[in-house]
């Protein structure tokens, strides 16, 4: 039935409406734009991957955009090959940038150093309106100013000396190539800031601060003002980044108003705090995720325990330990669920959190055979120079290997530790040196069962082993101590039954006929001295 020319007219209108709606939503000024810009001083640690991972899911969880972007300008600081390992640090962790120096994007360069020109540009719009101007101050002046104050138990501050030099001082030391900066004016900032982590926030950066420098005499900028020119010339629509900042926010926001620019809105996360409360530092190599990662951790095991600590997701109480994925912790994210409080990193979940990973991982194919490549070649780096049992190095075997081991290690690099050696080498002969003749008589009636079992991986070994100890009276406990010793060489690990499993049947065989052959030489051996003293 056809609509009435009103109510078509009505639909039209609303369909119009809600086109309009639509465009808007879609302009890039309301897309969730987000950045992690970290410097390039050191490794990414802990502390700067949990800022990239919360910039993510907020970004992630908004339809937006996750930047990387380096902010390398204080060169004096910069680590040889830092910005290409913190990029493959980010992938490695699965937390992928849309835009970076190495993806590139519509809005770069992402290295800083290569803006200078844009900066150069941007702070003279400063100085035309008066809001910035050029100081001339040496470092001993400030040396001794910044002395001066520590000895009067003062926070030191600069003075705002060159402030107040007329237009005709200025442009005579700029003739005269004096050494300057260019320093900013503050001005008394009594409104709250709207932090979307703390609330509202009240701090008079000018009650406090001397103006800060902006341009550093070599050219380059400093921290505050470059991270707003980018922030503003990337679109940059939420600032999420680590509380330490939040003093300095009025002085950026101080910096939008004096370019007449909107700002940002900012959210500032709380300190990830060492479990003894000390503060991460970059200084610290045990705490980077390379060194997690070298230690044998994944990217699931390192998030997860960083969400672990700071909230932005509901918490359930009594909650069972759980393994996340990213996209799980996307569809969870909530930034107002972050904890505004200090939080510790809880490193005892590492562990279970990592054989939790493992476990996961050898449930989906194309992991498994992950697992597999990457136990291979812990294996062959571990025993180089020494025979390896090839067959152990089969990919069934090693994928066999993995599920029976999945509730026992928390890391792959257990596999190849003392405990679990005699997987993939022979145990010496010093192993065997030692035991008791009577059990070494009792290898051949061990290796012909076992030889001809049709039945190996269905064998109760408890039961066969203690039914054979009463049949030949030798002590079960005993028994079972000399088979793990010609099996493996240990004295300890997993019980004998299960080594034999894993080995498999020709390996156990090919063991115990070598301990019994073993004997046998040694016996000879020792009839042989015997003769030669008679």
């Known amino acids: 039935m056809a609509?009435?020319?009103?109510?078509k007219l009505l639909l039209n209108i609303v369909v119009q409406q809600c086109c309009m709606v639509n465009r808007y939503l879609c302009t890039s000024e309301n897309e969730v734009r987000v950045r992690f810009a970290p410097s390039p001083t050191g490794f990414l640690h802990l502390g700067g991957l949990r800022t990239a991972l919360y910039?993510?899911?907020f970004a992630k969880a908004n339809n937006g955009k996750f930047i990387l972007r380096i902010e390398d300008t204080d060169r004096t600081r910069l680590v040889d090959e830092a910005v290409e390992k913190v990029e493959n640090d980010l992938e490695w962790a699965g937390l992928i940038p849309d835009e970076s120096p190495r993806r590139g994007g519509s809005y770069g360069p992402y290295l800083q150093s290569e803006r200078l020109s844009l900066y150069q540009k941007e702070v003279q719009k400063l100085l035309e309106n008066g809001t910035a101007y050029y100081c001339f101050c040496s470092d001993r002046r400030l040396d001794l100013m910044k002395k001066d104050a520590i000895r009067r138990r003062e926070v030191p501050k600069?003075?705002?000396r060159c402030r107040n030099l007329s237009e005709q001082e200025v442009q005579e030391k700029l003739r005269n190539s004096s050494s300057h900066c260019i320093r900013f004016k503050l001005t008394p900032f009594q409104e709250p800031v709207e932090d979307l982590v703390y609330g509202?926030?009240?701090?008079?950066?000018?009650a406090v601060e001397g103006d800060p420098i902006i341009i550093k005499s070599d050219g380059y900028p400093t921290y505050h003002f470059a991270n707003v020119v980018d922030d503003h010339f990337m679109k940059i629509s939420h600032v999420l980044r680590g509380v330490e900042w939040q003093s300095s926010t009025p002085k950026h926001l101080l910096?939008?108003?004096?370019?007449?620019?909107?700002?940002p809105k900012y959210a500032h996360l709380p300190l990830l705090m060492n479990d003894d409360g000390t503060k991460l530092s970059k200084r610290n190599s045990n705490m980077t995720v390379e060194a997690y990662r070298n230690d044998g951790m994944y990217p699931s095991t390192i998030l997860n325990v960083i969400v672990s600590a700071g909230g932005g997701f509901k918490t359930e109480a009594h909650a069972k330990l759980k393994l996340r994925e990213v996209d799980e912790l996307i569809s969870k994210f909530q930034l107002k669920a972050v904890n505004p409080h200090n939080c510790?990193?809880?490193y005892e979940l590492?562990?279970?959190l990592n054989r939790l990973t493992i476990r996961k991982m050898i449930t989906n194919e194309e992991t498994l055979n992950q697992l597999v490549t990457e136990l291979r070649n812990l294996?062959?780096?571990?025993f180089a120079g020494k025979q390896i049992n090839e067959s152990s190095l089969d990919n069934d075997k090693l994928k066999q290997l993995l599920v029976w081991s999945s509730q026992r290690i928390c890391r792959l690099s257990e596999l190849v530790g003392s405990n679990y050696s005699y997987i993939w080498i022979l145990p010496s002969e010093d192993a065997l040196s030692n035991l008791e003749e009577k059990y070494f008589e009792l290898l051949n009636p061990l290796v012909s069962h076992f030889k001809n079992a049709t039945d190996f991986n269905e064998i109760p070994f408890t039961k066969y082993f203690k039914q054979f100890a009463k049949e030949h009276q030798v002590e079960y406990g005993p028994l079972l101590r000399f088979l793990r010793a010609c099996l493996s060489g240990l004295t300890h690990g997993p019980s004998v039954g299960e080594m034999m499993i894993q080995l498999g049947q020709s390996n156990v065989v090919d063991r115990l006929q070598r301990a019994e052959n073993y004997f046998n030489s040694n016996r000879h051996q020792q009839a042989d001295n015997v003769t030669l003293k008679k």
């Open 344 to 346: 510790q990193l809880k």
């Open 158 to 160: 600069y003075d705002n």
């Open 255 to 263: 910096l939008y108003k004096a370019f007449n620019w909107t700002p």
């Open 55 to 57: 910039n993510y899911l």
């Open 379 to 382: 294996v062959i780096n571990q």
């Open 350 to 352: 590492l562990d279970e």
């Open 3 to 7: 609509l009435p020319w009103k109510s």
């Open 200 to 206: 509202s926030i009240v701090h008079d950066v000018a």
